[in-house]
T-cell receptor
């Protein structure tokens, strides 16, 4: 069964600096999707960025980018120029085409603290 | 706002009570989901509805009973809950269940406390 591991329960970064959140996963499949979701203190979870395993190019969305290392099964999220509004729980998730229901498999989350 | 609303936002109930959680999506989606979120644990998928048909029940105890009268509304009926059922219950929706890339849109959640 696939699993997703976020080894950092909590991270902190100074405002305007760069921070990287780690995510590793276990799978024997070759095609799948990976997602990073953000859950601010208001609790509404929103998608930050997604990556398809077949695409070699790392996804980017403004200040957010990923470092996708397929062989290492690693999918880290880099946040550049951190802002106070980036403070949130960040969840990594995996979706497999082999699951008939296309369920998301979630990590336990990393709490990101932004220091002003 | 993501276009998914949940009510109530907070709920305190005794173990013998019956209550319902409501979710509504205004996005024209066809798939809706219930998740349980407990502290320091991954999100647990509870139920999935695709075009109003239940397609997933992840071994959820019968004290949780979902209902999906149409593609825009999803309910979670609660009865005789246990204290360990206290958690944040999240509703989500997506265009349909069968596409790898489809993003799920989440509601703000209902914080449930069982006393």
């Amino acid at each position: 069964a696939q699993t997703v591991t976020q080894s950092q329960p909590e991270m902190s970064v100074q405002e305007a600096e760069t921070v990287t959140l780690s995510c590793t996963y276990d799978t024997s499949e070759s095609d799948y999707y990976l997602f990073w979701y953000k859950q601010p203190p208001s609790r509404q979870m929103i998608l930050v960025i997604r990556q398809e395993a077949y695409k070699q190019q790392n996804a980017t969305e403004n200040r957010f980018s990923v470092n996708f290392q397929k062989a290492a099964k690693s999918f880290s999220l880099k946040i550049s120029d951190s802002q106070l509004g980036d403070a949130a729980m960040y969840f990594c998730a995996y979706r497999s085409p082999m699951d008939s229901n296309y369920q998301l498999i979630w990590g336990a989350g990393t709490k990101l603290i932004i220091k002003p | 706002e993501t276009g998914v609303t949940q009510t109530p936002r907070h709920l305190v109930m005794g173990m013998t009570n019956k209550k319902s959680l409501k979710c509504e999506q205004h996005l024209g989606h066809n798939a809706m989901y219930w998740y349980k979120q407990s502290a320091k644990k991954p999100l647990e998928l509870m139920f999935v509805y695709n075009f109003k048909e239940q397609t997933e029940n992840n071994s959820v105890p019968s004290r949780f009973s979902p209902e999906c009268p149409n593609s825009s509304h999803l309910f979670l009926h609660l009865h005789t809950l246990q204290p360990e059922d206290s958690a944040l219950y999240l509703c989500a929706s997506s265009q349909a269940q069968g596409q790898l890339s489809y993003e799920q849109y989440f509601g703000p959640g209902t914080r449930l406390t069982v006393t």
